[in-house]
DNA sequence: TGTCCGATTGGT
DNA sequence: CCAATCGGACAG
């Protein structure tokens, strides 16, 4: 593992970052132990001008009040009233915008996560924002935490040429207007941990 | 206080 | 395609 992402590293566009954590390695400690996969998903959320984030109209409520916080801390929300998402707050402070984790390639700690998610394949362990929560053990009583701490942090772990990288739309923002056909998700081209294949969607070298 | 619904998942 | 299941956003 190389060296972890400081505060310097969030403290950008959520469009820029978002691509930026492929290849990141995502770390969770807890008292069971090191469970740890490697980014190979993410969705960028904009901010007030977005209106497919929370943070969308730029007023701080109960849920999102950790995205008008300064970068580089967790906001973790819970959906469907059993799962849970976990973003790194990205863009300076009082811009609330943060990434998606969507999902990781198992790295460390794989029968830990295996445990927690009652299923064995490799592949089914970290392949969905609500999966990976759940192999990792976050919560909701980690949001807020800061991504520079020891319990939850990203680390520098593969590099990746802009010709493997993917873009898509988001997934499952069809409520958005404005911005629901916005390319803000970005994957490993092929690689098995994607959520999902989506319908349309480019290799990212080729619209550059 | 009451109602509505989702940045998901797993099983038909 | 559909149901599970509940905190929070918002209307009143």
């Known amino acids: 593992m190389g060296p972890v992402l400081g505060r310097d590293f969030y403290a950008r566009d959520a469009v820029e970052a978002a691509p930026l954590l492929l290849g990141k390695l995502l770390c969770r400690r807890t008292e069971e132990g090191l469970a740890a996969g490697m980014i190979v998903e993410t969705e960028a959320y904009r901010g007030p001008l977005d209106d497919a984030a929370h943070s ?3 007023r ?4 999102t009040r950790v995205m ?3 970068p580089g801390h967790a906001y973790v929300f819970s959906i469907y009233g059993m799962h849970s998402c976990l973003n790194a707050v990205t863009g300076g402070e009082g811009q609330p915008q943060a990434v998606l984790i969507r999902a990781l390639e ?9 445990a927690r998610r009652g299923v064995q394949d490799p592949r089914q362990l970290c392949s969905g924002p609500g999966k990976l929560c759940q192999a990792l053990g976050v919560t909701r009583a980690q949001n807020g935490l800061d991504l520079t701490g020891e319990e939850l942090f990203l680390a520098e772990y593969r590099l990746f040429s802009p010709d493997a990288v993917c873009v898509s739309p988001r997934v499952n923002v069809d409520y958005a207007v404005e911005y629901r056909d916005r390319l803000w998700r970005f994957f490993l081209k092929d690689h098995p941990c994607v959520s999902r294949v989506p319908r349309r969607y480019a290799a990212r070298g080729t619209l550059e």
């Open 56 to 58: 969308f109209g730029g």
């Open 60 to 63: 701080p409520t109960e849920r």
């Open 68 to 70: 008008f916080g300064p």
């Open 106 to 114: 198992p790295v460390e700690g794989l029968s830990l996560m295996a």
